[in-house]
């Protein structure tokens, strides 16, 4: 008499190779969670440093400031971020604009805004 016990259930090596299927599709997610992370980190960045330029720019508005032809850098940090700014000021064919371009840079003098704008006199 034979007797011929069925085993039912998942071999070890079946059970290894779901394992690794599942640890590939777990990396993958991370990898994506931590793009998106990193994406959303560098808009940020680059948010607070168009604030920065705009509101240079709205300073020389509402000062009714005549910027001096050249170019100048200074700090513009936002919150908890460093920034610097260059502010290159050009003058135009007409004499009663002046071309202002501002440009943000980060703390790896990495360029990450630039603003151009006109000052005018105000008589």
Same mark, same amino acid.
Do not use: D, E, P, Q
């Given at each position: 008499?034979?007797?011929i016990k069925k085993i039912y259930g998942f071999s070890l090596v079946e059970v290894l190779v779901a394992l690794m299927l599942l640890s590939i599709a777990m990396l993958a997610v991370f990898r994506s969670l931590g793009v998106g992370t990193q994406t959303a980190q560098i808009?940020? @960045?680059r948010m607070l440093a168009q604030w920065s330029a705009e509101n240079r720019l709205m300073e020389i508005r509402l000062k009714r400031e005549w910027p001096n032809i050249g170019e100048e850098r200074f700090d513009c940090s936002q919150l908890d971020t460093v920034l610097s700014c260059s502010q290159k000021v050009i003058a135009t064919p007409n004499a009663g604009f002046r071309r202002v371009e501002l440009q943000v840079f980060d703390a790896g003098q990495r360029q990450v805004a630039?603003? @151009?704008?006109f000052a005018t006199v105000v008589r």
């Open positions: 008499m034979s007797f808009a940020h @960045v630039r603003l @151009v704008g």
